[in-house]
């Protein structure tokens, strides 16, 4: 069975923060820069038949797509349905805010001027369905959000298990594609 890897980019200011980055084009703490570093040496050393990285045009999703080629040799290509969603209004704000926990609830909800939850899955769902056609093994690197529209293409989850699913900076996800 083919398998498909997952990385969330390393850690920014806005996460030690604990802001909603979104699609606000926020850099590698040196701490991040470190995690992807360790996650390409990771990634190396368990010899996962990875044939391509597939990164967001992001920065933050960049510089950690670079670190894990550099190290591990793997070709890296931009793939722009990668960027994360864009919250609108919540943007740099705090994560646990109540207002933004319940608007996220509401998957046609646009954040005054974001992009829904449905349009992200949409666009995250046609690029999954075409790497399932491909002969291809992938990394993607990219966001907490489209982590979660990721898990689910893959799993059946309850609207709260969605809007509260996260991975950490540089975990490592695998799916049977």
Not at 55 to 76: C, D, N, Q, V
Not at 85 to 110: H, L, M, V
Request: aromatic content about 10%; some cysteine; hydrophobic content about 35%.
């Amino acid at each position: 069975m083919k398998k498909l890897y997952f990385t969330r980019h390393g850690q920014t200011v806005w996460n030690v923060e604990n802001k909603i980055c979104g699609e606000t084009d926020i850099e590698l703490t040196e701490k991040g820069h470190e995690q992807a570093k360790e996650v390409g040496e990771l990634i190396a050393q368990r010899k996962l038949p990875i044939d391509e990285i597939l990164y967001s045009p992001l920065i933050r999703a960049k510089e950690t797509a670079r670190h894990i080629s550099e190290i591990t040799g793997i070709p890296m290509r931009e793939e722009i349905r990668l960027k994360e969603q864009c919250f609108g209004k919540y943007e740099g704000t705090a994560r646990n805010g109540e207002e933004f926990k319940k608007d996220k609830a509401n998957f046609i909800n646009s954040y005054d001027g974001g992009e829904t939850m449905l349009k992200l899955a949409h666009r995250i769902y046609s690029l999954l369905d075409e790497l399932k056609e491909d002969e291809k093994t992938y990394l993607i690197v990219a966001h907490n959000g489209i982590s979660r529209v990721i898990n689910s293409y893959f799993y059946d989850m309850k609207n709260e298990e969605f809007a509260a699913f996260g991975i950490k900076n540089c975990e490592i996800l695998e799916f049977d594609l």
